[in-house]
């Protein structure tokens, strides 16, 4: 019975053993199984589909006279001890509950945040303000912890080059290459975004030398290149460190200088064959307002221009290649004739390198995990997850919002990744459904803390699914499960001016049918109005907000399934591997770093 389950402590803690995990994902896997209605449910379709119905009938009757606050309190606060339930709880529920906990892997970091941020919340105390400049509290948490990690590994394992996959706008790289002095290279498939990081690490450098004066500081390399699923560590590696083939060759920079300033990019001194790179004699303007500089006093190269986009064409940038042509030189896959050993001397000779990804979206977290696992001088790895439901599974190769495959055909999936997984369902690619991965992605503790501090019933769910109704009765099946725009204000608005907005935002031909009416005008005017049924359903905020916090306690049992894939994956390719907790889950609910390093047992 699976009631059974909460009686005992199963969580996996970093020591965990091989088959402390496997048994935890047993267990997980016959416990979703058995919720499956709540796991695959859509909020906006409680009234349309009835969930408060498929429920137990005692379940209904304690959660629906529950307030809001203690909604959250009892069934939501795992940190609440102990607690005085106002009535008599059914023993199915409360085994629900310690179940769901039981399952779920460690979220709360050994080490408290409280200290770390001002009065406000808004600054942290642990970068300085140069790192805090265009990131917000979430990511600045983020990246001074994911960093220290990074940097303890490279202390640990004595190398200092870092991948950082998946940089975005570069914050966290541009912190381990100035603050953490590591040689970093970040690798990001948006030029846009890989613009951006050009752009911030210029003006730190700038705010550096208004501080400090003409002193180097180490920058990241970054690189604008896309990841296949696919992809071999060849082919990456011929990525992220290009052949140079003397004059013509696309090289690193090595030093750089803005107005007066000496700026070393992190990656420059050693190409992938371990040896310094040649000089070329090539002038380079950083933008479009700085005056070209020698390059036989200031050796620069192509490559640089390739890999942050100064010279191809971005926003804000005039002249140079166009954003085809760079994609083309950066990303073109082959090795050209190099044997793959030379890569590997190369990267071993510097001591190899640590692979990280900060929120790696969908299926770029389990390629990372693969390009480890194949490259032999990658030492160590740390990955941080998100966006479950973009991964693709042999049942859904192709699910809704995931990056599109640049001409290549797709024969890896993202999940299950395990062999030993897989072998556990008999449609492995239906283990869990989209739905289900998407729920992953909700955290109980950061809505827990909104709906109390809004001290109501949080109405944008109730709202969202009480206006159903009104679209199905409104519009053909094929209008089902529309995507409305949201609408901030939910809070302080009537059912019926939040219904009104929305419908009057939707765009013509989107709702498949949806047209506006004259029912319930006094004047006769068209106008967007909603029906009795849609207005009686969004007073019963109590239940839809019940239902929703059912199905936020089976999140973290599913997070934590799709995690201990990835790391019964590497257990099975031999790799030593711990998942530990290293965010708060209050600022940033996708916590969990998985950590793997090759040679040396992690503790």
Not at 211 to 221: D, T
Not at 246 to 265: A, C, M, P, T, W
Request: hydrophobic residues 35%.
């Amino acid at each position: 019975m699976w009631t059974s389950m909460a009686g005992r402590q199963t969580d996996c803690h970093p020591s965990s053993t091989v088959e402390e995990k496997k048994k935890m994902v047993k267990q997980t896997l016959k416990f979703l199984s058995m919720f499956e209605n709540v796991l695959d449910a859509y909020t906006i379709e409680f009234f349309t589909e009835n969930h408060w119905n498929k429920i137990p009938a005692s379940w209904q009757f304690v959660l629906e006279r529950l307030s809001q606050d203690e909604l959250c309190r009892l069934l939501l606060d795992d940190r609440v001890d102990p607690i005085c339930y106002p009535a008599v709880w059914p023993l199915s529920l409360l085994a629900f509950k310690a179940t769901s906990a039981a399952l779920t892997l460690p979220r709360w970091p050994a080490l408290g945040g409280s200290l770390e941020f001002n009065g406000d919340g808004s600054q942290s105390r642990l970068l300085g303000h140069a790192f805090r400049r265009h990131v917000k509290p979430k990511k600045q948490h983020e990246i001074c912890r994911l960093g220290q990690i990074v940097k303890d590994l490279c202390d640990d394992l004595g190398c200092r080059e870092v991948v950082d996959i998946g940089s975005g706008q570069g914050h966290l790289s541009r912190y381990m290459a100035a603050e953490l002095d590591l040689t970093v290279t970040a690798v990001e498939a948006d030029p846009q975004l890989v613009a951006m990081a050009t752009k911030f690490d210029q003006q730190l450098a700038e705010t550096h030398r208004k501080k400090v004066g003409p002193v180097a500081i180490k920058l990241p390399r970054h690189v604008v290149g896309h990841v296949e699923s696919d992809a071999s560590w060849e082919e990456f590696a011929s990525m992220v460190w290009p052949e140079d083939k003397g004059h013509n060759s696309l090289q690193s920079l090595e030093h750089l200088h803005i107005d007066g300033l000496s700026v070393k990019r992190s990656s420059g001194m050693h190409g992938p064959r371990g040896r310094k790179d040649r000089q070329v004699s090539e002038t380079f303007p950083l933008a479009d307002d700085e005056t070209k500089t020698d390059a036989s006093t200031h050796p620069v190269s192509l490559r640089h221009a390739v890999d942050t986009g100064a010279l191809n064409g971005l926003p804000g940038r005039k002249g140079g290649a166009g954003i085809d042509e760079v994609r083309n030189r950066v990303s073109g896959l082959g090795l050209e004739g190099r044997q793959a050993d030379d890569v590997r001397g190369g990267r071993a000779q510097n001591g190899g390198f640590v692979l990280t990804g900060l929120h790696a979206c969908g299926d770029l977290s389990v390629t990372t995990l693969r390009l480890f696992a194949q490259c032999p001088t990658a030492r160590a790895l740390t990955s941080i997850s998100c966006c479950y439901m973009k991964l693709s599974t042999r049942f859904q190769p192709h699910p809704p919002g995931a990056a599109e495959s640049l001409g290549r055909t797709h024969k890896i999936y993202g999940f299950p990744l395990s062999g030993w997984l897989a072998s556990q369902h008999p449609d492995p690619g239906r283990l869990l459904t989209y739905k289900a991965r998407e729920l992953a992605c909700h955290a109980r503790e950061a809505y827990g803390r909104r709906a109390r501090k809004q001290g109501a019933t949080p109405r944008a769910h109730v709202y969202r699914a009480a206006l159903e109704l009104e679209l199905r009765r409104r519009a053909p099946p094929s209008a089902a499960r529309l995507s409305v725009p949201g609408w901030a204000m939910a809070q302080k608005m009537s059912f019926e001016k939040y219904a009104e907005e929305v419908l009057r935002r939707l765009q013509p031909g989107k709702a498949d049918g949806l047209e506006a009416s004259t029912e319930g005008s006094e004047t006769g005017d068209e106008r967007w109005c909603v029906g009795d049924a849609a207005k009686a359903a969004a007073q019963e905020g109590g239940r839809v907000a019940a239902f929703f916090a059912l199905c936020l306690l089976l999140a973290p049992p599913a997070e934590s399934l799709l995690l201990l894939d990835r790391s019964l994956w590497l257990h099975e390719q031999g790799l030593d591997n711990v998942l530990v907790p290293v965010f708060n889950p209050l600022l940033s609910p996708r916590n969990l770093v998985l950590i793997a390093s090759k040679g040396k047992t992690l503790e």
